[in-house]
């Protein structure tokens, strides 16, 4: 393997896309970072613009590896993305996020369909409004017009793909998010086609998450100023890529991410989905899966902390950390934007519980961190509860920023916490598929875990004296949960 190889490595996520250029040692040549917009235009929407996306791209690329020549070009992408696409490759319509919770309607009645939970195990994603195969069940039901207008759908990373390389395909890292493919089989599930009415050719083939889909056009690389001919890889879903980033794909390591949303996931060798219907399981590679469950509310609550309580964040994080643990008796549920695992219901909107006149500012940024944090160790609990042995976790996102977000994370867990040095994630893990794909690392399980372990965890925090009482806080937030449902829905139909 040769030092002064490199691969670009793009990660197209929910807010910005983040372009990185790494040798084959894994050090950072050059990055780029463009952000753009969740447009809401109607209650539960959550839409972008994939123009603007593949403009963002472009100038994340020329910022990252403008005028290089980079062995391979690999993408990481945001998962559980739905577009549809016309016979050229353009977008018809707009991009219909993972938080796009209109379909919430469909996914409670396919939820309580005879054979919800054997869909759920044999496509290891959860039947949610997040979910591809909902929102298309959704739209067929209740805006056929726009379920029957694009020739094919599929995700964001499907529509970079196609129009920088020419061809159509899906990588069955993000195949496996949309509740339309087969684990075991690898291809798309007949009973799952028929809900979302879609006819097999609407749908892109199915490729590993080492293929190189095809070649940067002349077109596309005059416009990222890279060389025409670039092979571009396949790559994988960004929650996958993230424990492949970290170094999190050994047995028993558990990688966290907070970002705009959070999830915990455990890398395991063969498809596993919890009995309870509790965990989504997501492919990786060929012999690789993610097993865990995603949040949410991640770092969004924050956002909505410094718009409502007219503070930046780095002023409510300060007073949030001079607030004992447990905010004084004040409990939040953050559910702001319907909420995943473990329930995947999303019925339960955000609460206080137990707010009083001595409560100030501080308490509720603290509660509020605490109790997405508190919704992350439901989902740890729930994958012990599954038989998986988590040994140890690894954390990367944007909250890693706080010191004290760092800490509150490790005592609401309970379990140390390590943090990598530099910003591994995605778009790392994506530049070690790209390094398979085109020969530059060995194509086995080995040598990509071989690749991972050069992850350096630069701080490991120990859970403090706070953790025992978070423990019992988060058998409250449990029962809260189950008790305020109802009541929530009741709310929620009767429009107030």
């Known amino acids: 393997m040769s030092e002064d190889e490199t691969v670009l490595a793009i990660d197209v996520g929910t807010t910005s896309t983040k372009a990185v250029l790494v040798t084959t040692t894994g050090a950072v040549l050059g990055e780029g970072d463009r952000g753009y917009p969740l447009a809401e235009p109607e209650p539960g929407a959550a839409v972008q613009d994939p123009e603007t996306i593949w403009e963002a791209v472009g100038d994340a690329v020329r910022d990252a590896a403008g005028g290089t020549r980079p062995a391979a070009i690999a993408f990481s992408a945001a998962m559980h993305g739905l577009l549809g696409v016309d016979d050229a490759g353009d977008p018809v319509g707009p991009l219909l996020t993972w938080a796009d919770a209109r379909a919430a309607g469909v996914a409670t009645e396919l939820r309580r369909r005879d054979g919800a939970l054997d869909l759920h195990r044999r496509t290891g994603t959860p039947i949610h409004s997040m979910s591809p195969l909902v929102k298309l069940a959704w739209l067929r039901r209740d805006r056929p017009s726009l379920h029957a207008a694009p020739a094919r759908w599929g995700g964001v990373k499907e529509f970079v793909l196609g129009r920088a390389t020419g061809h159509r395909a899906a990588d069955a890292s993000c195949a496996s998010g949309t509740g339309l493919m087969d684990l075991v089989g690898r ?113 969004v609550v924050l956002d909505w902390a410094t718009e409502t309580f007219g503070a930046d964040a780095d002023t409510l994080l300060d007073e949030a950390a001079a607030t004992p643990p447990g905010a004084a008796g004040l409990l939040a549920v953050p559910h702001l934007l319907a909420e995943r695992a473990p329930r995947w219901d999303g019925g339960l909107g955000g609460t206080f519980l137990n707010l009083q006149r001595a409560h100030g500012r501080g308490h509720l940024t603290r509660a509020l961190l605490e ?9 740890l609990d729930s994958v012990r509860d599954a038989g998986m042995a988590v040994e140890e976790v690894r954390a990367t996102g944007g909250f890693a920023r706080s010191a004290f977000w760092r800490q509150l994370l490790a005592d609401v867990l309970g379990v140390p916490v390590g943090f990598a040095e530099g910003h591994q994630g995605s778009a790392h893990g994506a530049a070690l598929l790209g390094m398979q794909g085109v020969g530059l690392l060995a194509d086995t399980a080995e040598a990509l875990a071989d690749a991972a372990d050069h992850v350096t965890i630069a701080e490991t925090l120990e859970p403090g004296p706070a953790a025992a009482g978070h423990t019992r806080r988060r058998d409250v937030v449990e029962r809260v949960h189950d008790q305020l449902a109802d009541v929530v829905g009741e709310l929620r139909a009767g429009g107030s």
């Open 187 to 299: 291809s798309w599930d007949d009973e799952a086609l028929d809900l979302a009415g879609l006819a097999r050719d609407r749908l892109d083939p199915i490729v590993d998450t080492t293929a190189v889909v095809g070649n940067l056009t002349a077109a596309t690389a005059r416009e990222w100023d890279l060389p025409s001919g670039t092979p571009l890889v396949a790559g994988a879903g960004d929650g996958p890529l993230a424990n492949l980033g970290l170094g999190a794909i050994r047995p028993g390591v558990l990688a966290c991410s907070i970002g705009t949303s959070g999830a915990l996931r455990l890398t395991v060798d063969r498809p596993a989905v919890d009995p309870r219907g509790r965990l989504f399981c997501y492919a990786l590679t060929r012999d690789r899966w993610t097993v865990g469950g995603a949040v949410t509310n991640g770092g």
């Open 371 to 379: 109790g997405v944090c508190l919704q992350l160790r439901l989902v």
